[in-house]
Nanobody
Framework: QVQLVESGGGTVQAGGSLRLSCVASEYIGCMGWFRQAPGKERGGVASLGLGGRNNYADSVKGRFTISRDTAKKTLTLQMDSLIPEDTGMYYC????????????????????WGQGTQVTVSS
C-alpha cells in the first residue's frame, strides 16, 4: 500500500475555490479523489493515471481540475465555482493499475486511502 496525506480542505462560500493536495509515499498507476457527504456513499470525483489520462464525475466537469507533480509525488485537485453540493469529506486514493474509464470511480478499485480532508461550501 501507499501512504497518502491530504491537505487543503476548509470552508468557503458558494462560488469560491479550494485547492486540495495529496502527498504520496510513492506515485503509482492510478490516483484519484473521492468524496463522501453525510449519509451518502463515497463517490469518485476525478482520477489521473500515469499516462496522463484523466476522468471526472459529470457533476464537476468544467469546475474541477486534477493534476500531478510526479517529482513531488503530489496529486492536486483545483476546485472552482464551488456549490453547496460539493460539501463532503474528500479522500485521496490510489492503486497500481490503470485508471479504466469504466471503473475509475469505484472505491473498491483502490487499495490505498488517505485520512480525508473536509470541504464545506456555504450558500
Amino acid at each position: 500500500q501507499v501512504q497518502l496525506v491530504e491537505s487543503g480542505g476548509g470552508t468557503v462560500q458558494a462560488g469560491g475555490s479550494l485547492r486540495l493536495s495529496c502527498v504520496a509515499s510513492e506515485y503509482i498507476g492510478c490516483m484519484g479523489w473521492f468524496r463522501q457527504a453525510p449519509g451518502k456513499e463515497r463517490g469518485g470525483v476525478a482520477s489521473l493515471g500515469l499516462g496522463g489520462r484523466n476522468n471526472y464525475a459529470d457533476s464537476v466537469k468544467g469546475r474541477f481540475t486534477i493534476s500531478r507533480d510526479t517529482a513531488k509525488k503530489t496529486l492536486t485537485l483545483q476546485m472552482d465555482s464551488l456549490i453547496p453540493e460539493d460539501t463532503g469529506m474528500y479522500y485521496c486514493a490510489a492503486h497500481r493499475g490503470f485508471c479504466a474509464t469504466t471503473t475509475w470511480s469505484s472505491p473498491s478499485e483502490y487499495d490505498s486511502w488517505g485520512q480525508g480532508t473536509q470541504v464545506t461550501v456555504s450558500s
